[in-house]
């Protein structure tokens, strides 16, 4: 059964980078029907796609975010990876990764996410 | 972007009773090509991720109980609990994602016992 681990710093100052990975036991990260995606929370809050990636490396970023953000995967791990530049107080969330279930085609991307991470919580402070 | 707005924002209901949230988009999920709506529900509890319950508006997950449903079509959509059980207690998010980028997520509604 797939399981989906993140992983990163707990605490991360202003302005610096935000940098958290997520691993897969039970399952190939290199299966062409999938994405991989990254949802974050703020505290009390709803939920928020930062953004998904194919083992290809195919991306798509939110919009919102795309300026500050980087999602790669490395297939030889298992492992796909978020980095978030420049943070503010206001990027303060549970960071879950998750797998997306879907289709992709004529340009258009059609993916939701079916199983997710436990999640892991990032406080931006100094 | 859709805008995706769920109602109630909150919902108290008796064990046993029905429970139903709505979600309503600000454009039609419906393909015309496939007949097929891209609305997702998902189940979040206390201090756990969210779970996938329904995808394409009325495909239960597996080991998804009976008791959830979904419903609708194009732009609004309904998800419903025929019997209130005490582990429903939990928020429920609505997902589009027939124009994404974004995914986009409705803003919640918490589901308690009254």
């Known amino acids: 059964q797939l399981q989906l681990q993140e992983s990163g710093p707990g605490l991360v100052k202003p302005s610096e980078t935000l940098s958290l990975t997520c691993t897969l036991s039970?399952?190939?990260?290199?299966?062409?029907?999938?994405?991989w995606g990254w949802i974050r929370q703020p505290p009390g809050k709803g939920l928020d796609w930062i953004g998904s990636?194919?083992?290809?490396?195919?991306?798509y970023y939110n919009a919102s975010l795309e300026s500050r953000v980087t999602i790669s995967v490395d297939t030889s791990k298992n492992q796909f990876s978020l980095q978030l530049r420049s943070v503010t107080a206001a990027d303060t969330a549970v960071y879950y990764c998750?797998?997306?279930?879907?289709?992709?085609?004529?340009?258009?991307?059609?993916?939701?996410?079916?199983?997710w991470g436990k999640g892991t919580t990032v406080t931006v402070s100094s | 972007d859709f805008v995706m707005t769920q109602s109630p924002d909150s919902l108290a209901v008796s064990l046993g009773e029905r429970a139903t949230i709505n979600c309503k988009s600000s454009?039609?999920?419906?393909?015309?090509?496939?007949?097929?709506?891209?609305l997702a529900w998902y189940q979040q509890k206390p201090g756990q991720p969210p779970k996938l319950l329904i995808s394409?508006?009325?495909t239960r997950e597996s080991g998804v109980p009976d008791r959830f449903s979904g419903s609708g079509s194009g732009t609004d959509f309904t998800l419903t609990i025929s019997s209130l059980q005490a582990e429903d207690v939990a928020v429920y998010y609505c997902?589009?994602?027939?124009?994404?980028?974004?995914?986009?997520f409705g803003q919640g509604t918490k589901l308690e016992i009254k």
């Open positions: 997902q589009q994602y027939y124009s994404s980028p974004p995914n986009t």
């Open positions: 998750a797998r997306m279930s879907g289709y992709s085609g004529s340009g258009n991307y059609y993916y939701y996410m079916d199983v």
């Open positions: 990636i194919h083992y290809s490396g195919n991306t």
């Open positions: 454009q039609s999920l419906l393909s015309t090509s496939n007949n097929k709506n891209y």
């Open positions: 039970g399952g190939s990260i290199s299966r062409s029907s999938y994405y």
């Open positions: 394409w508006a009325s």
